[in-house]
């Protein structure tokens, strides 16, 4: 036989074994291998050799666990942070219950944050009964970094705002510090956008800061769902469009806190009252509150109105529309400005003429009546109590000029 075929030969027993394995046996091997400090990893080796110990399959399982040891140590670790703040928090006099049940991280946070977020808040002459008062309503504060609360107040200071006006914000609307600065940044531009004047955006950001940090982009998306809707009801151009948002903008900036849902369901609403084309743009401008009202409130006006000059409901919408403030008054208001109208002597159809004449309290009414009364003033209407203060002394001064004369 030759060499080469003695090879062959040689050779077959071998591949009979692969192909037709009598038995077979399995080995394990395990070997744990630890990843870092917190975590094992065990590969697990498996090898199957036939009766002749020829390799037949091999392959490799991967089981990964967290050392218990170590977690241990981290939550024992934690554990310490957590005790070591509450201590100072609890010497100071906070709510920690409060504090850990609102935000249980903030307990969890480096003890030389919690202390360095306290002076800063000490820097801005806040005391720290005031301190504790933010934090049990915003006790994520804490935890925020000095960068993110520097932000906040330098652009409260952009706008003019003093030291102690910063404070006043803060423990009022603590909230406003909590969120991100572009959201309220995105905010203010879209205010300039419009024209806001900066002192006026100071004003809101003082009386109303949660009008800017309720949501990113908020402003801008109320602005559109409002012109939208308007627009299918009375054609507007961009001018008319920028002149209303920011009429509306800067007497009643709460309506822009409002979510979408609120404004078209007051606007559905005020519809089905009959305010529709250039009356339904007329009220909404004039009287922005009726996007920020409950509904029911808007008909607890409705309603007063139509009764007290006994209209039907299509008089009654034209008549709010000449005088959309009347939805900003409690009915009871109103009825008293109306009794102490007719006690001097003026009819329901006078006052109707002159629906402005609400928008004076009942003392300014009869201090007016009284003055222009005494200088020997003939009314003939209500149009004269609706002039400005320096029109009405005018007024009164002419008339008691020309009686000196005579």
């Known amino acids: 036989m030759s060499p080469k075929m003695s090879k062959t030969f040689r050779l077959m027993p071998n591949l009979a074994h692969f192909l037709h394995p009598r038995t077979s046996s399995c080995h394990l091997i395990n070997v744990n291998v630890t990843a870092c400090a917190r975590t094992i990893i065990r590969l697990t080796h498996s090898v199957q050799l036939n009766s002749n110990g020829m390799l037949l399959s ?57 202390q360095n977020s306290i002076h800063f808040f000490r820097n801005l002459n806040l005391d720290d009964e005031a301190i504790q008062s933010i934090v049990s309503r915003q006790p994520m504060l804490l935890s925020r970094s000095l960068d993110h609360l520097k932000e906040h107040v330098d652009l409260l200071k952009k706008y003019s705002l003093t030291n102690e006006q910063v404070c006043h914000v803060i423990s009022r609307a603590p909230r406003f510090f909590s969120v991100p600065v572009e959201t309220i940044k995105g905010n203010v531009r879209y205010a ?44 507007m151009d961009e001018e008319i469009e920028r002149k209303m948002l920011r009429s509306m903008f800067m007497s009643s900036p709460k309506v822009f806190i409002r979510s979408p849902g609120e404004i078209v369901r007051n606007i559905a609403f005020l519809v089905s009252l009959g305010f529709t084309d250039k009356a339904l743009y007329t009220v909404v401008r004039y009287c922005p509150e009726t996007l920020r009202v409950y509904p029911h409130y808007i008909q607890a006006k409705f309603d007063f109105v139509q009764n007290l000059f006994s209209l039907d409901e299509t ?33 329901l159809q006078q006052i109707q003429q002159q629906p402005r004449v609400f928008s004076f309290s009942v003392d300014t009414l009869n201090r007016r009546y009284k003055a222009l009364k005494e200088a020997g003033y003939e009314f003939k209407n209500l149009r004269v109590l609706t002039m400005s203060e320096r029109e009405i002394k005018n007024e009164v001064k002419n008339l008691e000029s020309s009686t000196v004369v005579e």
């Open 192 to 235: 300039e956008k419009l024209q806001v004047s900066m002192k006026k955006i100071a004003i809101i950001l003082y009386y109303y800061p949660s009008t800017f940090s309720r949501k990113r982009n908020g402003v801008e998306a109320v602005c559109i769902l409002i012109i939208d809707i308007l627009k299918a009801h009375y054609p």
């Open 315 to 347: 008089d009654t919408a034209t008549l709010i529309t000449r005088y959309p403030k009347f939805i900003n008054f409690q009915p009871h208001v109103l009825q008293a400005k109306a009794d102490m109208l007719q006690e001097v002597g003026f009819t």
């Open 58 to 114: 091999c392959y490799t399982t991967c089981f990964k666990r967290s050392n218990s040891t170590d977690n241990k140590d981290v939550s024992n670790l934690e554990k310490g942070k957590s005790e070591s703040t509450k201590a100072y928090l609890n010497e100071l006099g906070f709510d920690t219950k409060r504090i850990e049940d609102r935000s249980p991280t903030t307990m969890k946070q480096n003890l030389n944050q919690i």
